[in-house]
């Protein structure tokens, strides 16, 4: 079985600009999650997708955060602009049920 | 306000011998609770979860044991391999949230000595 995949797995850019993280789940997981882990931290959920509708994304910056689930399967997360702190590992997960969710490798980004 | 506490950042142990990692919560709405284990440079994979009408699960080496009165959780790795060295995050989540949204502990950087 296919485990959660995500690209790229590592991106540098300045402060101010823009970056775009893709998620491809489990096939037939119909919960997806964004992660932000800064170093040090353990895991922090910014949003949830079930299906294709938002779950939870009460911890997402809106202000320059974004995050979309196409047709209820791969999702994107995007950042609009780039600040010095959102330098963190970006994990996607997806889960069948509660009893688990599968984590991709992440997306370690660094913003200068 | 970190509701899941994971206050030892690191443990070394012998090989063979037993790794005991420690994990508490504040939140007493959380009724299940999972363990995950971390390699460098890829995601969190799930090791092992109990839920609150147990106070044990085993599975092989690993068994995870539950005291809700302490708010307290623990996992046992016996007998600890190199294999297990990594950095163990314990996680919690409440099913009145109405979702399955974990909350993550810091982790603790285990390190199994040959």
């Known amino acids: 079985e296919a485990g959660v995949a995500q690209s790229p797995r590592y991106k540098i850019i300045e402060k101010r600009q823009s970056v775009a993280f893709w998620c491809n789940p489990i096939?037939?997981?119909?919960?997806l999650y964004w992660y932000q882990q800064i170093l040090g931290q353990g895991p922090k959920l910014l949003i949830q997708?079930?299906?294709?509708?938002?779950?939870?994304d009460s911890q997402l910056p809106k202000d320059r955060f974004s995050a979309e689930r196409l047709k209820g399967v791969d999702s994107t997360l995007k950042i609009q602009p780039a600040k010095l702190e959102d330098s963190a590992v970006y994990l996607c997960?997806?889960?069948?049920?509660?009893?688990?969710?599968?984590f991709g490798p992440g997306t370690r980004l660094t913003v200068l | 306000d970190q509701q899941v506490k994971q206050n030892s950042p690191s443990l070394s142990v012998q090989e063979g011998r037993i790794s005991i990692l420690n994990c508490d919560y504040t939140n007493s709405m959380f009724d299940y609770f999972l363990w995950y284990k971390k390699y460098p440079a890829e995601g969190p994979t799930f090791l092992i979860s109990i839920s609150s009408i147990k106070d044990k699960n085993e599975d092989g080496r690993f068994t995870v044991f539950l005291n809700k009165s302490a708010k307290h959780l623990s996992l046992h790795i016996v007998p600890s391999q190199p294999g297990d060295s990594a950095v163990y995050f314990c996680a919690a989540s409440a099913a009145d949230f109405g979702n399955e949204k974990l909350t993550f502990g810091t982790g603790t950087r285990l390190t199994i000595i040959p």
């Open positions: 096939s037939g997981h119909a919960t």
């Open positions: 997960a997806s889960s069948p049920s509660r009893d688990t969710q599968y």
């Open positions: 997708f079930q299906n294709n509708g938002v779950v939870d």
